[in-house]
Structures are given as C-alpha cells and as structure tokens.
C-alpha cells in the first residue's frame, strides 16, 4: 500500500490492468445482484434531486416508478446507498441494446444536467473504505473478468483507467502524484 497526501492507495489498483468493455460485460456492475446499491454521498442526494425530471426521461417506466413511490435512496446501516429494483439493476439504469447504461451519465453527456454520476459509480471498480483516512482497493467481481482482459490488451492499470474519477474526487496535482507508483 502507498500513501498519497494521506490517501492510502492498495497495490492492486497500481498494478492490476482493467478497462471497461461493455460489449462484453452488458454494464454488469450496474446490475449485480445485492441487496445494496451504489454507495451515495449525503452531497449528492440534492444533485440527483434538482436532476431528475431530465433523469426520469431515460428512465423505463418501472424505475420512473419505484422512484416516484420509494425514492432512489436509502439508509443502511448508517451508509447511503441508492436503490436498485429487485436486488439487482439500479434504479437510475435504462438498457441500450441490452447494455446497462446510467440514465445520469446519459443526461450529462447531453448537456442536459452538470452532475456526472455518483462518486462511487465513477471510481467503480475503486470503492473507497474509510479507516480513519481513505483507503482506496480495488474491488473484483467475476462479471469483470472482461474489463481484465481489455485492461491486458490495452496495457492499462485500474489507476489508469480511472483517472477521471480519481481527479474528480482528489484533484489533478494527487492524480499526479500517484502517477509515480503506477507499474505499466
């Protein structure tokens, strides 16, 4: 593990090649089956509400729906998480030609709201723990296994791969500086 500015970065991020390959996975981690969601920041619970009106138009009717009568989140535990329909698709999916895709991403990349996604969906598949300070791991499931293979082909690193996100969470000048430790 290193530290970055007190952030603790586990090796496998540095060291494990991934890049996503949707053709290939059908966007399975907005759709494994859990009982919880995508962890959800308290900050960004008013960004989706002030959104979702443009949301709810990429949305099929069911997660239109389950939101309307439920809400998109919920507490367990004492963490945030968004909601998914029957344990398994989020709530803010729609599906593209059988392709999982997030109707916030989608509403953002046309222009139509200035919120990208939830944190934790952008870092995915980093999940961030907190010990005291964040510790940052790289998180496998099987319905990846794809993005493995991509991330070997393309000779990409997690930490590569997710730089976007991390500069969103962390800044350009900590993305810079974990650059340093990351083994191509």
């Not at 059988?98 to 952008?122: L, N, R, T």
Request: proline letters at 3%; charged letters at 35%; a negative charge.
């Amino acid at each position: 593990m290193i530290d970055v500015d007190k952030i603790l970065v586990r090796d496998e991020i540095l060291k494990t090649k991934f890049s996503c390959d949707l053709s290939k996975c059908k966007g399975a981690c907005c759709t494994i089956e859990s009982e919880f969601g995508a962890p959800l920041n308290e900050d960004e619970i008013p960004k989706i509400e002030k959104n979702l009106s443009v949301i709810f138009d990429y949305l099929p009717d069911d997660h239109r729906k389950a939101i309307e009568q439920d809400g998109f989140w919920e507490d367990k535990s004492g963490d945030i998480m968004v909601k998914s329909i029957a344990n398994k698709a989020c709530v803010f999916v729609y599906f593209d030609e059988g392709v999982a895709k997030c109707a916030i991403e989608k509403a953002y990349m046309e222009g139509k709201i200035d919120f990208i996604k939830p944190v934790s969906c952008h870092l995915f598949p980093i999940r961030i723990t907190d010990f005291g300070g964040d510790i940052l791991r790289y998180e496998e499931f099987f319905e990846c296994a794809p993005a493995l293979e991509n991330g070997n082909g393309k000779d990409v690193t997690v930490a590569q791969f997710c730089k976007s996100s991390l500069i969103r969470k962390y800044g350009t000048d900590w993305y810079d500086k974990l650059k340093d430790f990351i083994r191509s």
